[in-house]
């Protein structure tokens, strides 16, 4: 095992990771990054939710679609409406299991919305509700010392799905055709 414990090491260490990772979603999930894009191109509006570290990745993703011009809601906010069956909603949970986002895609799934899940695990309950799955290669939160990653609880899924949300933007944005300058006047100016 490679010693982490300078900065500089310990950023080296969690760089190779997440390019191994990413390698790994390559490989292997195709079809889920495309079927989330599709999802999320076509949905009147975009609600994310996600707990934790994860639901910080999400609500990252969630500005980004803002910027481009999709109507995005973060739920548990004040002012988030209630989903419809024209709407989608991307979740992240890395055992698939988090309770308030399992009853949360339920909820969606139960009024005709579709959910898209980032997650390790697809057969998990938040994988099974899902209409399209995104499954990111690392270890579950609780998989102390299993060795399938140096970092703490669940980092290395936390940073793919900021990865992945930046990518699902970054496609979206150029198919679109807008210029960045289009976008820019969506940037926050209440800061």
Excluded: C
Excluded at 9 to 26: H, M, Q, T, Y
Excluded at 56 to 79: D, I, N, P
Aim: hydrophobic share 50%; net charge negative; charged share 15%.
């Amino acid at each position: 095992m490679t010693d982490t414990t300078t900065v500089v090491a310990a950023l080296a260490a969690i760089r190779d990771e997440l390019s191994a990772g990413v390698d790994d979603l390559l490989a292997d999930d195709h079809g889920g990054l495309d079927a989330v894009a599709a999802l999320l191109t076509d949905a009147e509006r975009v609600f994310v939710l996600g707990a934790g570290r994860s639901g910080l990745a999400l609500r990252m993703t969630a500005m980004r679609l803002m910027h481009l011009g999709l109507t995005v809601h973060v739920v548990g906010e004040v002012t988030t409406p209630a989903i419809t069956a024209r709407d989608v909603l991307l979740t992240a949970s890395g055992s698939g299991t988090t309770a308030g986002i399992v009853r949360g895609a339920q909820s969606a799934v139960d009024v005709g919305a579709r959910v898209a899940a980032i997650t390790t695990a697809p057969g998990s309950p938040l994988g099974v509700l899902a209409s399209a799955t995104i499954v990111v290669p690392a270890p579950e939160k609780q998989a102390h010392g299993s060795g399938a990653s140096i970092q703490y609880a669940g980092g290395l899924f936390e940073q793919t799905v900021v990865l992945v949300g930046d990518a699902l933007f970054h496609a979206a944005w150029q198919r679109s055709g807008i210029p960045a300058e289009e976008l820019w006047p969506r940037h926050a100016n209440l800061e």
